[in-house]
């Protein structure tokens, strides 16, 4: 990682989240809520066309970083999805998939274009595990909410398919039942190895942090899966921010 500076943002962690906050705001396009309201429990106006969409794709860790970053998609979390054991757990999670769930604004990014990411950023051939993850837990799964969903997912399916050629794709598509979320040290995992970001963020209370966009795509920016474009865009600031370092107080 390119910054260091640990302590460097504290007294203006504030003003650091703002002018981080404008610049993801800018490259995106995106009107994110502010800060209280990310809190409310009851979703602002503008917020009311947003769609879920939920995916297993291996490690959800992983998972949640791929999508975080990308333009449209508002928040994210992990969790638990498509087997029968009640409250899963991370070391007891049963035969439940570990899955992301997507919260994004279908006019800024398609349903189709959210399977796009699914099948180019995982192998939906490999059995029993994806990369160096072994087990069950981390099978390839789209979990889809009515008709037009399943349908979508279906085509894009024979279309990885046509791609494997000779290779089959297990990706299995089963209609969501219950999402658990995961525990909170689960969530924003990327971005919690990160105890500058967070900082820069203003230490938000879980509850929060599990809420907000910043969050969101910063958690995609410290796995360096956000676009290019933007990685490089929040590299910039970040470096800029961690360089000037902060005024000293020296004397009285
Ligand atoms: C499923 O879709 C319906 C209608 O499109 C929506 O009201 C509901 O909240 C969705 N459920 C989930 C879990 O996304």
């Known amino acids: 990682m390119a910054f260091s500076k640990k302590n460097a943002c504290v007294p203006r962690y504030l003003i650091c989240a703002v002018v981080i906050g404008l610049i993801v705001n ?27 969409a939920v995916f297993a794709m291996g490690s959800f860790w992983r998972s949640e970083a791929v999508f975080g970053c990308l333009p449209g998609v508002i928040r994210s979390r992990v969790g638990y999805a498509g087997g029968s054991k009640r409250n899963p757990e991370y070391r007891n999670l049963g035969d439940h998939a570990e899955a992301v769930q997507i919260e994004y604004d279908p006019r800024l990014i398609s349903y189709e274009e959210l399977l796009n990411v699914f099948w180019s950023s995982h192998d939906p051939r490999q059995v029993f595990g994806q990369g160096p993850d072994v087990g069950n837990q981390y099978r390839s799964v789209i ?18 398919q046509t791609r494997s050629r000779s290779s089959i794709v297990t990706t299995h598509i089963q209609e969501l039942g219950v999402f658990y979320p995961a525990e909170p040290e689960h969530q924003k995992f990327e ?4 105890p500058l970001l967070l900082q820069l963020i203003g230490n938000l209370p879980e509850e929060e942090l599990q809420r907000s966009s910043m969050a969101t795509k910063l958690n995609g920016y410290v796995a360096e899966l956000c676009p290019p474009k933007l990685q490089k865009q929040i590299d910039a600031k970040i ?8 005024p000293l107080l020296r004397e009285f």
């Open 191 to 194: 971005l919690k190895q990160n």
């Open 239 to 246: 470096n800029e921010i961690t360089k000037k370092g902060w």
């Open 143 to 160: 979990f889809t909410n009515g008709t037009e969903e399943s349908r979508l997912a279906s085509i894009s399916k024979e279309n990885e």
């Open 26 to 52: 800018k490259a995106l396009g995106i009107r994110n809520p502010d800060r209280s309201s990310e809190s409310n429990k009851d979703l602002p106006d503008q917020e009311h066309h947003l769609k879920i």
